[in-house]
C-alpha cells in the first residue's frame, strides 16, 4: 500500500496535517494541497488514486467552490475517486458532492476508522485493472444457493462477485420475492466478513416505538417493560454484515437515527448515555422507488447516498424466464426431499405453462405454486392442467372497481380488501398477489385499521 497517493484538499494547515499524519500512519503517501488551483495541478501532474478534499475554502462558506473543483476533477479523471468532508450540518451539500459524482462523504470532525473505511472500499472498488483479475482469479465465488444461468442473473453475480470482498455498502433493489436476501447472504459469504455474524433485520416489520430497542438495545428499567438487559442488532452484527430488508418502509423519524450510526459507527443503548462503538458492514434491499421517496421527502437523501454506494438491481422472474425451468426442477426436488415422496417430472406443456405466466410475486409465487400443485395433486408426472387448476391469478376483472375520485390511499385499501376477500385471509397467498412481503402486508393493514383474523 506504500505506493498508493492520495491528494488532501483542505484550506485549514491544521487539518491537512492531521489528516496527513493519518494517512502516513496507514501506509498511504499523502500530498496535501489548500486550494482548488494547486489541487487541480495536482491531479494533472500526479498519479494519485484518491482525492480527499473539504467542500468549504476561504473564499466562500456556500460549498460552491468545492462543487467546481470536485466536477473539473471528475472531468479530467473520471476513475478518480473522490471523498468529500463536510461538518453535520451541511449534509445537504454533501449530498449535493455525490450527485456530481463524488464516492461518499465524510463528516467534520471525522473518526479515523470511519474515514480509513471509507477510503479503503474507495481504493478496492476502483483498484486498476490488472490487480482487481488478480484478486478475481485466486478465489471463484461459489453461488450455489442462486439458481439460474439466464445472461441477466449471470451480470448480476459478477457484479456481486468483485463487490463482495469490499466493505462498501450495498443497496439490493428489486421487486418483492426477487430473492434479495439471498443476494445479501452471498455478499457477506464472499466477504472478509464471512466467519463473523450475519444478522437480519426486517425493518418493514419493526414499529416506531421498538426501532431504537430492536436497533440498538436497552438497558434493564430503561422503559416500562424492559425487565431485563436487550443486546441490539448492531452490537450482535460487530465485526460482521446487518442486512436492512425493507429499509424503505422505514419511517423519518428512524431513518434520523439510522442515519448517524451509519454515518459515525456509533450509537447508544437506552438507558446508557455511553456512546459504543461498532463495525458493520451494512446491505439494505427495498422493493420501493428510493429516488422517487427522496423527491416526495418520504426518505432521506443523505441517508439514501449513505446506504447505495453500490447498488445491485434483482431483475424480475419474467425478465429471465430461461431460469424457471431450472427453479421449477428444484423447489420440486426440495419439496419431495422434505415430504420424502418420489421425484416428479413434468410435462413439456407444463414446463411451457409455468415459462409463461406473468408472477407478479416472482420466485416466491413460483416456489408457492410449484410446492402447492405438487402436494395436491398426488401424482408423479404434472401436468399443464396440474399447475392450471392451482394457479390463483392475482388480477381478475371481478376485482375491478370505479376509481373515480378516489385517492391513492383509497385505491390501496380497496385492493387489499378486495384481495383479501379473493383469498379468504390467507395472508401469504395476498402479500403474493399483492407483490409485497408479509411484514409490508401487515404495516398496510395497520395503517388502514383492516382488522383480519388469519
Known amino acids: 500500500m506504500t505506493d498508493t497517493k492520495i491528494l488532501i484538499v483542505d484550506d485549514d494547515a491544521v487539518v491537512r496535517s492531521s489528516l496527513t499524519f493519518l494517512l502516513k500512519r496507514a501506509g498511504y503517501l499523502p500530498t496535501a494541497v489548500g486550494g482548488p488551483k494547486e489541487a487541480l495541478q495536482k491531479v494533472r501532474e500526479e498519479d494519485c488514486r484518491l482525492v480527499l478534499m473539504d467542500m468549504n475554502f476561504t473564499l466562500t462558506t456556500t460549498g460552491e467552490e468545492g462543487i467546481h ?3 473539473q476533477v471528475k472531468i479530467l479523471r473520471p476513475d478518480l475517486p473522490v471523498i468529500l468532508m463536510t461538518a453535520w450540518g451541511s449534509i445537504s451539500l454533501a449530498v449535493q458532492g455525490m450527485q456530481a459524482g463524488a464516492f461518499d462523504f465524510i463528516t467534520k470532525p471525522w473518526n479515523n476508522l470511519v474515514l480509513l473505511k471509507a477510503i479503503r472500499n474507495a481504493l478496492e472498488l476502483y483498484a486498476p485493472v490488472g490487480k482487481e483479475e488478480a484478486a478475481t482469479t485466486q478465489t471463484q465465488p461459489c453461488f450455489d444457493k442462486i439458481i439460474g444461468k439466464s445472461p441477466a442473473l449471470l451480470s448480476l453475480l459478477d457484479t456481486v462477485a468483485r463487490i463482495a470482498p469490499t466493505t462498501a455498502s450495498v443497496l439490493i433493489t428489486g421487486e418483492s420475492g426477487t430473492g434479495k436476501e439471498l443476494i445479501a447472504e452471498a455478499v457477506h459469504t464472499h466477504s472478509r466478513r464471512a466467519k463473523e455474524p450475519f444478522v437480519k433485520v426486517n425493518l418493514g416489520g419493526l414499529s416506531q416505538s421498538l ?18 438487559d436487550r443486546t441490539g442488532r448492531f452490537e450482535m452484527a460487530d465485526k460482521g454484515t446487518i442486512f436492512l430488508d425493507e429499509i424503505g418502509d422505514l419511517e423519518l423519524s428512524s431513518q434520523v437515527k439510522l442515519l448517524r450510526v451509519l454515518q459515525d459507527q456509533t450509537f447508544e443503548v437506552l438507558g446508557d448515555s455511553r456512546p459504543r462503538k461498532v463495525d458493520v458492514r451494512v446491505v439494505s434491499a427495498t422493493n420501493r422507488d428510493l429516488p422517487a421517496m427522496v423527491r416526495e421527502h418520504t426518505f432521506r437523501e443523505d441517508l439514501f447516498y449513505r446506504i447505495n454506494l453500490i447498488t445491485v438491481h434483482l431483475p424480475a422472474l419474467r ?27 413434468f410435462t413439456s406443456e407444463a414446463m411451457d405453462y409455468l415459462s409463461r405466466l406473468p408472477y407478479p410475486g416472482n420466485i416466491r409465487e413460483l416456489k408457492n405454486l ?12 404434472l401436468t399443464a392442467d396440474d399447475f392450471k387448476s392451482q394457479y390463483q391469478h392475482p388480477i381478475e376483472q371481478k376485482m375491478t372497481t370505479n376509481l373515480q375520485g378516489m385517492t391513492l390511499e383509497e385505491i390501496e385499501k380497496q385492493t387489499i380488501l378486495q384481495t383479501l376477500e379473493k383469498y379468504n385471509n390467507n395472508m401469504s397467498q395476498v402479500a403474493i398477489a399483492l407483490g409485497i412481503s408479509r411484514a409490508a402486508l401487515y404495516r398496510r393493514l395497520e395503517k388502514y385499521n383492516i382488522q383480519v383474523n388469519d
Open 211 to 228: 426501532f431504537e430497542s430492536e436497533m440498538f438495545g436497552h438497558k434493564k428499567g430503561a422503559f416500562t417493560d424492559a425487565y431485563m
Open 319 to 345: 425478465e429471465r424466464r430461461e431460469d424457471i425451468p431450472l427453479l421449477v426442477r428444484h423447489f420440486a426436488d426440495k419439496q419431495c426431499e422434505s415430504n420424502g415422496l418420489p421425484k416428479v417430472e
Open 69 to 71: 473543483l470536485l466536477k
Open 370 to 381: 410449484v410446492e402447492r400443485t405438487l402436494l395436491v395433486s398426488g401424482k408423479e408426472i
